[in-house]
């Protein structure tokens, strides 16, 4: 076991049996949204339009665009960052209970956050530049005292409204990007060391502190809600996760609703209102993010017992291995779409890529439900959890 912290000895990992059931179907579900956001940026060799969609869809391409843009874009990272300012609480939280003072609690979550912004930064560089785990692991080591004790609702509450103002006013900024025919260049190198060179330069010159900068107001929004409990008891706070499920995702589509028609060639916006739609997408995407936390703390209410159903044990099992499961889908993008690999991406359109990403998470889910079935973590869960607690 690790050696004793300030008086008291760290309890490690929370085991799968005791862990609250309505965190981890959120966090399986919100794979999927992951899947299908992520999936947009591997696309390249074709005239590119708003947010990394093509430039002018057509059919079946013209409404997944519109509806990934109200329900998936944009609305995905927010829960993800919700989540995990939610996780970091409940790790805090568990670590009080035994009596471990508040700044030993404080070094954990920075030595877990180190451990993180690497695996963030070789998820980066190797295989996705979109990658958001390393701005987590930032984020951790930078505001662990205020995540854990230090912040009340008030700077918590202000630390939202900022983030969501630096999501608005850089939202704001897609009706002056120029169009391009790939929203990473490093997806269309075709000679994997020049890609790894690319990617890495993507990462690290811009990559990892836009995430932060996305990111950020969204993990003080999972701090905020994880001090009230909204998804370690949702029964108790059932009208209002009502509320902020049914006005968070109403805020989501109507407020994703202009880009939507914008992107998807049904609104020939001028540039102004293309930025204000973008600004307005953005702004929604936190609320979006809040509302699917809510819905999924909702859906958890009876299927939370010792016998909840397949699909929802198998999504749980999922939320349980969730860093596995996210760098489990760019393994699998990495080998299908860049063109250093088959090259799919630049083929696959808005609802070709939806339906492969789909599956991606499917096929996930059944190995993450198997093994939970035969009572394995998940693999990079075991890593991180080495490196953060030690051997046990």
């Known amino acids: 076991m690790p050696a004793p912290l300030d008086g008291a000895v760290d309890p490690g990992p929370t085991p799968l049996r005791d862990r609250v059931p309505a965190p981890d179907l959120a966090r ?26 093509p430039a002018d869809p057509r059919g079946v391409d013209q409404v997944v665009t519109v509806v990934q843009l109200v329900l998936v874009d944009g609305r995905a990272y927010p829960l993800f960052a919700l989540l995990f300012g939610y996780g970091v609480v409940q790790l805090a939280r568990r670590r009080a209970a035994v009596g471990l003072p508040a700044p030993a609690v404080v ?52 630390v939202v409204g900022c983030g969501a103002t630096v999501v608005t006013v850089v939202g704001a900024a897609v009706a002056f990007v120029p169009d391009a025919a790939a929203m990473m260049p490093s997806m269309a190198v075709a000679e994997p060391l020049p890609a790894l060179a ?22 003080a929004m999972g701090t905020w809600a994880a001090r009230r409990g909204l998804l370690d008891d949702p029964a108790s706070h059932r009208p209002l996760l009502v509320r902020l499920a049914a006005g968070g995702l109403a805020a989501a589509v109507l407020g994703g609703l202009p880009l939507a028609l914008i992107a998807g060639g049904v609104w020939a916006a001028p540039s102004g209102a293309t930025a204000a739609a973008g600004a307005l997408h953005s702004l929604t995407g936190y609320a979006g993010g809040l509302g699917y936390a809510a819905l999924f703390g909702l859906l958890a209410l ?59 998470w499917l096929v996930i889910l059944v190995v993450a439900a198997a093994s939970d079935r035969l009572g394995l973590r998940g693999p990079a869960e075991v890593v991180l959890r080495r490196l953060t607690y030690g051997r046990r």
């Open 198 to 219: 690319a990617r890495a330069v993507e990462y690290l010159s811009g990559g990892l502190i836009g995430s932060v900068l996305g990111v950020f107001g969204a993990v």
């Open 28 to 53: 399986g579900g919100m794979l999927l949204l992951i899947a299908l956001a992520n999936v947009v940026f591997w696309g390249y060799g074709r005239p590119l339009g708003l947010r990394g969609y």
């Open 302 to 360: 009876g299927r939370t017992g010792d016998r909840p159903g397949v699909v929802a044990r198998a999504v749980r099992a999922c939320g349980q291995r969730s860093l596995s499961c996210y760098l489990a889908q760019s393994v699998a993008f990495a080998a299908l779409l860049p063109a250093w690999t088959l090259g799919w991406g630049a083929v696959l359109g808005p609802a070709d890529a939806a339906l492969l990403a789909a599956g991606v």
């Open 107 to 158: 070094r954990l979550v920075r030595r877990r956050g180190w451990w993180l912004l690497l695996i963030g930064v070789a998820h980066g560089v190797l295989l996705f530049p979109g990658d958001v785990v390393g701005a987590y692991g930032l984020l951790a080591v930078l505001l662990a005292g205020a995540l854990v004790h230090a912040a009340g609702d008030r700077a918590l509450l202000a």
